[in-house]
């Protein structure tokens, strides 16, 4: 199943995901965590946690949260699709926006010929 989703992925997301994986285990070491408290701490196996170290897409994005939390790391998940910063999403947005339509004021009736 590996290759299936490593396929699939486009290479900067890949690269990403190694990256987080990488800095993942960087920020465990500099905490002198070991692997085995590591896993303990986040509810995992010492197996997912050495995916989620690879950067392993198959790992759920809730484990990489968990272990992000463990490490006291959690606070950039709140900005990583924030509304406020998506540049093209609120140009688009605005770019759609309705705009006010002004119904004109309604003409007085004519009066009928045979009034």
Do not use: C
Not at 86 to 100: I, K, V, Y
């Amino acid at each position: 199943m590996q290759k299936r989703i490593q396929g699939t992925l486009p290479l900067p997301v890949r690269r990403l995901l190694r990256k987080l994986g990488s800095d993942i285990r960087d920020a465990r070491l500099r905490r002198r965590i070991r692997a085995t408290t590591m896993a303990e701490r986040a509810l995992i196996s010492r197996t997912t946690l050495h995916k989620i170290e690879r950067g392993d897409p198959g790992v759920s994005m809730g484990n990489y949260a968990t272990v992000l939390f463990v490490l006291g790391m959690e606070d950039g998940l709140a900005e990583l699709a924030d509304r406020s910063r998506d540049g093209l999403g609120l140009d688009l947005l605005e770019e759609h926006l309705p705009q006010r339509v002004r119904h004109p004021a309604p003409r007085p009736r004519r009066a009928r010929r045979g009034d």
